[in-house]
């Protein structure tokens, strides 16, 4: 950011990053350091949902680990097995076929069944909230509801959401993600890993070929 010229910095209207200290630290002294920059710190939403994901999952593996061991083994085969992508997978986009999986599956598990539906919510606020206030109030209607049910499996996204919670919401302001610059940079990620073994590059004005 140092090389960020001084013309340009009342320019910038915000900054979207992951919950790593380093860069949220990085942005903040910058902020502070310059009166010309009137910029909000924006903590990328998909990052937010790795942490609420991650969370169900663990618990997605709890309860599959004890329905393994408590439902008939033929039960479990039909109705668990095999249902990974299924949980993971948008619940708008599901065929007949799937949503009938999943309501077999989650008729076995009432806390898998909740945090589902959690999961979800969360996912919906960041999809339909369109102002701060709106979201604000949804955010904290969430917490109170997983903090109202017997749910542990979400306490450290909580933990999370209260020492992030300005640049969380931040978010809602115009939408901003990273979400372009992951893009480019999981292919060039792709690229390098495709370029493995090649040691150089022969231009042919006919057809490109390597050695």
Known sequence: MAQIPARLRPTINYFS??????????????????????????????????????DFDDLRKQELKQLKKALPSQTYEQDCKGTLWLLR????????????????????????????TLRKEMTAI????????????????????????DLDCFDDFIKTLAAHWQPILNYFEERVTSGFVEGLNNK???????????????????NWTTS
């Not at 990053?17 to 924006?42: C, K, S």
């Not at 960041?126 to 109202?148: G, I, P």
């Not at 990620?189 to 006919?206: A, D, H, Q, S």
């Open 17 to 54: 990053t992951d919950m790593w200290d380093g860069y949220l630290t990085a942005v903040e002294e910058f902020i502070a350091t310059h009166d010309d920059v009137t910029a909000r710190l924006v903590i990328d939403r998909f990052h937010v949902a790795q942490h609420y994901r991650q």
């Open 89 to 116: 997978k948008n619940h708008a986009t599901l065929d007949d076929e799937e949503r009938l999986r999943l309501r077999h599956l989650l008729a076995h598990s009432q806390p898998l069944h909740q945090a589902y």
């Open 126 to 149: 960041f999809n339909q909230c369109q102002s701060l206030s709106v979201a604000e109030r949804r955010l904290k209607a969430w917490v109170r509801k997983v903090q109202d049910s």
């Open 188 to 206: 060039i990620k792709t690229l390098k890993r495709r370029c493995y073994g090649i040691k150089k590059v022969i231009i042919n004005p006919k």
